[in-house]
């Protein structure tokens, strides 16, 4: 498997989460490393160097939190903690303790893939695919500029943040709430989802897009929205 993305350990006790999450990372081209309890995951995590850790709270042997401060002792190495615990309060201690970002459970592997490549991006200061491409559109994302041919389109920041998230999932489908976490990243707490729906009617009127012919972004009756091409 093709590890362009760079290594990522995965931190959970729930084998079906692991595995749904495996799958999404690994799609993406991050090779994935996984455990089930925290001294599994501090031991994974000095194995393998990882460019990101995805760390559930809950865990048996030592806690989420416990590793996330170890590996702070070490290590700037960027860490997503997943919890069924999403208060806004949670979410703040989660982020005092050394977490880049927080997601809440029950959650959607295609947000979580998002939200770890945004993570990545900031970390890294930049994007190995900086130019995305869907359908005859070139996406900019250093420029934050989009073109059609000779064409310049002019977005607002949120409709190009929209863009780029259906640009980035390769034709997946992408819920409200991952689009959502693209829109707003972790700063979100309480929004409408028809928010989502206001901003792809915007963005489908820019680009020129029908909802019933779709040449960009394709409706996906109640899941949510992918790209109508993949680039």
């Known amino acids: 498997m093709s590890a362009r993305g760079g290594t990522i350990v995965v931190v959970?006790?729930?084998?079906?989460?692991?595995?749904?999450?495996?799958?999404?990372?690994?799609?993406?081209?991050?090779?994935?490393?996984?455990?089930?309890?925290?001294?599994?995951?501090?031991?994974?995590?000095?194995?393998?160097?990882?460019a990101l850790i995805v760390l559930d709270l809950m865990l048996p042997e030592i806690d989420g939190l416990t590793v996330a401060r170890r590996v702070r002792e070490e290590s700037d190495v960027p860490i997503l903690m997943l919890s069924a615990r999403g208060s806004v309060a949670d979410r703040i201690h989660g982020i005092a303790e050394g977490a880049d970002d927080y997601l809440p459970k029950p959650f959607s592997p295609a947000e979580l893939a998002i939200r770890v490549k945004a993570i990545l991006r900031?970390?890294?200061?930049?994007?190995?695919?900086?130019?995305?491409?869907?359908?005859?559109?070139?996406?900019?994302?250093?420029?934050?500029?989009?073109?059609?041919?000779?064409?310049?389109?002019?977005?607002?920041?949120?409709?190009f943040r929209l863009l780029v998230a259906l640009a980035e999932a390769d034709g997946r489908v992408l819920s409200r709430d991952a689009l959502l976490s693209a829109l707003y990243g972790g700063d979100v707490v309480e929004t409408l989802d028809r928010t989502v729906d206001v901003y792809v009617g915007r963005?489908?009127?820019?680009?020129?897009?029908?909802?019933?012919?779709?040449?960009?972004?394709?409706?996906?009756?109640?899941?949510?929205?992918?790209?109508?091409?993949?680039?």
Not at 134 to 143: N, P, W
Not at 205 to 228: C, H, N, Q, W
């Open 203 to 231: 963005l489908r009127e820019k680009l020129g897009d029908a909802a019933e012919e779709p040449r960009y972004i394709a409706t996906v009756r109640g899941a949510g929205y992918r790209a109508a091409q993949r680039p």
């Open 12 to 50: 959970d006790d729930d084998p079906k989460i692991v595995q749904l999450v495996r799958a999404y990372l690994e799609r993406d081209g991050f090779a994935v490393v996984t455990a089930g309890d925290g001294r599994a995951a501090l031991a994974a995590i000095a194995a393998h160097d990882p």
């Open 122 to 159: 900031r970390s890294r200061g930049g994007d190995a695919r900086a130019v995305l491409r869907l359908g005859d559109l070139e996406i900019d994302r250093e420029r934050h500029a989009v073109r059609r041919g000779d064409e310049t389109l002019t977005l607002t920041a949120a409709e």
